[in-house]
């Protein structure tokens, strides 16, 4: 029984303080369900549509490879060189080889036309020298330079001067960073709401804003163990757009209705999200969970109902139950 005196006393101070609070003058907007298409995201990588790894067609030591990481190149520019020595060696025998088998040929011939050899041995050496002009020797002196083959910037070294360079062991990578794409790997419960042409959302960490692109192509059978479908979208150039950035494709799978207001009605105050509402002349507070966001408007999931007139300026400096006049 003591203590209700000071209750009523505390309530009578809060009236008087919110009594006492200045009118404030407000923006207000209703607040409405708004249909938005749903998307799920899939997640996948930039990856350039030009690439390539050059390796080299001879085994050799490279003494000379005068490009580093992200240098630019142009198509035939020279990436790196083999040692001539081994490749000159080969040559030599090549055509030694050759003109020993054209000597071999003609004696061979001549003594087949006065019948003093047999067609066997005039066919074994007509293979023979068609084997040594097949031989191509000449052509292994190109194989000692490897070039770009398109114009692009050196992204990978694999092997530098002194290397033992071999076919099948892989030197540069190369790619062209002008033309680049987004792959992901869709699974088959919504790949069939993509088509081919299609444009589709994307976001990609360090590239603000949504981008947008081209479905280009689309595997036509789904992996066997993952159940899932490659999918390969076409993006346009942005600023910090790089490959081998991690990405979102943002796949469509229907519509829904939800409530939106204006982001600048949306007030943060530690850990709490907050929207004043207009309620008999006065600044209601409404403690709120908010979704995502879309452009200027952001959805509000719980504690406000359609045609709620919310604050959409100054709700920073408003309080609970503060006089206020819409403009």
């Not at 030599?92 to 047999?118: M, N, P, Y």
Request: hydrophobic share 45%.
């Amino acid at each position: 029984m003591l203590a209700l005196p000071g209750c009523g006393q505390k309530r009578e101070a809060a009236k008087e303080k919110i009594t006492s609070l200045p009118m404030a003058q407000v923006r207000v907007q209703a607040a409405d369900n708004k249909s938005r298409a749903m998307t799920e995201e899939v997640v996948g990588t930039v990856r350039a549509k030009l690439h390539a790894t050059l390796e080299a067609k001879l085994s050799g030591r490279i003494n000379k490879m005068p490009v580093v990481l992200g240098q630019q190149v142009k198509a035939g520019e020279l990436m790196a060189r083999l040692d001539a020595a081994e490749i000159n060696a080969r040559l030599e025998q090549a055509e030694a080889a050759l003109e020993q088998s054209e000597r071999d040929w003609k004696r061979v011939s001549a003594l087949f036309e006065q019948q003093a050899a047999t067609r066997s041995e005039y066919e074994a050496a007509q293979s023979r020298n068609r084997v040594a002009k097949g031989a191509e020797a000449k052509a292994m002196l190109s194989y000692v330079e490897v070039v770009s083959p398109f114009d692009g910037v050196v992204t990978k070294k694999w092997a530098d001067v002194g290397d033992l360079a071999a076919p099948g062991k892989p030197l540069l990578s190369i790619e062209d960073p002008a033309a680049l794409q987004l792959e992901a790997d869709v699974p088959q419960a919504i790949a069939s709401q993509i088509q081919h042409d299609a444009r589709l959302g994307a976001r990609v960490d360090g590239v603000s804003g949504e981008l947008t692109g081209t479905v280009s192509e689309i595997a036509p059978v789904a992996d066997s163990v993952s159940r899932t479908f490659r999918i390969k979208l076409d993006l346009a150039t942005q600023p910090g757009l790089r490959s081998g950035q991690f990405a979102r494709l943002l796949v469509p799978v229907g519509e829904s209705q939800t409530m939106r207001v204006p982001a600048s009605a949306v007030v943060e105050r530690g850990q709490l999200e907050i929207v004043f509402a207009v309620a008999n002349q006065h600044a209601q507070m409404h403690l709120v969970k908010t979704g995502k966001r879309i452009g200027d408007e952001i959805e509000i999931l719980s504690s406000l109902h359609s045609g709620d007139r919310v604050v959409i300026d100054v709700a920073a400096q408003l309080t609970d139950g503060q006089p206020v006049e819409a403009k």
